[in-house]
T-cell receptor, first 115, second 112 residues
Framework: GAVVSQHPSRVICKSGTSVKIECRSL??????MFWYRQFPKKSLMLMAT?????????EQGVEKDKFLINHASLTLSTLTVTSAHPEDSSFYIC???????????FGPGTRLTVL | AQSVTQPDIHITVSEGASLELRCNYS??????LFWYVQSPGQGLQLLLK??????LVQGIKGFEAEFKRSQSSFNLRKPSVHWSDAAEYFC??????????FGTGTQLKVEL
């Protein structure tokens, strides 16, 4: 149980284009979903927290207009990187939690490369 | 503010040897504590967690961790390491709204 999927697993795009990454909880309903960014050989940096049906809460320093997060249902959250640039290249990982005080279950991650 | 320190960036052990990965945290109240493992290019898998109760927590794959409030530590242990345990290990502390703060990770290498 507690499986989280992400799609796509890898994406390469041209600078200036937008990319959407999906995060799904497959066998539970996720009240809360989180988006992280991980740089090579570095820890995970929390980008934002999203609750179903409400606006995401972004961490300090994360541009909300660049990283659009939508949590339209209890099993799906999307992260859209708008007008991507090479510096946005990274490993993006989502997690989902059945409730605000519960364990986070992580997706397999999405490798974004912006050319 | 909450924080996590994993003092060891890299650890190398021989297969069959015991393992201890260190984790120290800073948190204002009783913390929720987690250990996750990440294989190259993969997401994170939960090894074990501590919310309350028994301070010695058993996890998957033969791992255990002990919460020591007096030392603000939550060290991960395994009595006998297998080659497949080679991976990156992250300690994390959680608080309000379930926000997790991760340590910088410990890269475990297993020598055959």
């Amino acid at each position: 149980g507690a499986v989280v999927s992400q799609h796509p697993s890898r994406v390469i795009c041209k600078s200036g284009t937008s990319v959407k990454i999906e995060c799904r909880s497959l066998d539970f309903q996720a009240t809360t979903m989180f988006w992280y960014r991980q740089f090579p050989k570095k820890s995970l940096m929390l980008m934002a927290t999203s609750n179903e049906g409400s606006k995401a809460t972004y961490e300090q320093g994360v541009e909300k207009d660049k990283f659009l997060i939508n949590h339209a249902s209890l099993t799906l959250s999307t992260l859209t990187v708008t007008s991507a640039h090479p510096e946005d290249s990274s490993f993006y990982i989502c997690s989902a939690s059945p409730s605000a005080a519960d364990t986070q279950y992580f997706g397999p991650g999405t490798r974004l490369t912006v050319l | 503010a909450q924080s996590v320190t994993q003092p060891d960036i890299h650890i190398t052990v021989s297969e069959g040897a015991s393992l201890e990965l260190r984790c120290n945290y800073s948190y204002g109240a009783t913390p929720y504590l987690f250990w996750y493992v990440q294989s190259p290019g993969q997401g994170l898998q939960l090894l074990l967690k501590y919310f309350s109760g028994d301070t010695l927590v058993q996890g998957i794959k033969g791992f255990e961790a002990e919460f020591k409030r007096s030392q603000s530590s939550f060290n991960l242990r395994k009595p006998s390491v297998h080659w497949s345990d080679a991976a990156e290990y992250f300690c994390a502390v959680g608080g309000g709204g379930n926000k997790l703060t991760f340590g910088t990770g410990t890269q475990l290498k297993v020598e055959l």
